[in-house]
Nanobody, 125 residues
Framework: QVQLVESGGGFVQAGGSLRLSCVAS??????????MAWFRQAPGKEREFVAA????????SDLDSVKGRFTISRDNAKNTLYLQMNSLKPEDTAIYYC????????????????WGQGIQVTVSS
């Protein structure tokens, strides 16, 4: 059983930065064996994929609106996933979710079946 707990969200002015963290606790499978990702859901919108990272550190992010501003990373020794968010914009306001996947391609959105509770990020203009 894997549990994910996000932290680092909050309120920030446009142009500011935040770093989200997601700590994974596992009773079996090691964190290093999991593909990890960040998703977000803005009010009134569907959840969208932000970025993902493989067990070995390869990452993808095909969300044009965050390219060049958001960076996903992981520290397997600390069982922690990160999302560094720079140059934040009001449209980045959303609940951000950490997610994990096992035995699947890290690029497959549908493979993420383990979810954190989410954390609010609010960017003011």
């Amino acid at each position: 059983q894997v549990q994910l707990v996000e932290s680092g969200g909050g309120f920030v002015q446009a142009g500011g930065s935040l770093r989200l963290s997601c700590v994974a606790s596992s009773s079996g499978r090691a964190f290093s064996n999991l593909a990890m990702a960040w998703f977000r859901q803005a009010p009134g919108k569907e959840r969208e994929f932000v970025a993902a990272i493989s067990r070995f550190g390869s990452s993808i992010s095909d969300l044009d609106s965050v390219k060049g501003r958001f960076t996903i990373s992981r520290d397997n020794a600390k069982n922690t996933l990160y999302l560094q968010m720079n140059s934040l914009k009001p449209e980045d306001t959303a609940i951000y979710y950490c997610a994990a996947a096992r035995n699947t391609d890290y690029r497959s959105r549908s493979g993420y079946t383990i979810w954190g509770q989410g954390i609010q990020v609010t960017v003011s203009s």
